[in-house]
């Protein structure tokens, strides 16, 4: 699984975790983006391109979401 894969799926748990709320999906993926980078070695880490699914909730582009 590639570092994009990796924070569109904690971005999706945080979503599942506050209630699937509508709206944040911004902040979700930021806030998978810190987490992420806080867990992988120096060498993984670098610039992260917004999220590829903008304007939909992290589930969106999920089997079930």
């Known amino acids: 699984m590639d570092r994009v894969d990796r924070i569109r799926q904690r971005a999706h748990e945080i979503w599942e975790r506050e209630g699937r709320p509508d709206g944040r999906q911004q902040e979700h ?13 120096e060498a993984e880490r670098g610039p992260v ?14 089997p079930g979401g």
């Open 29 to 41: 993926w930021d806030q998978a983006v810190q987490e992420i980078e806080s867990e992988s070695p």
């Open 49 to 62: 391109a917004p999220d590829p699914a903008a304007g939909s909730d992290p589930a969106a582009n999920r």
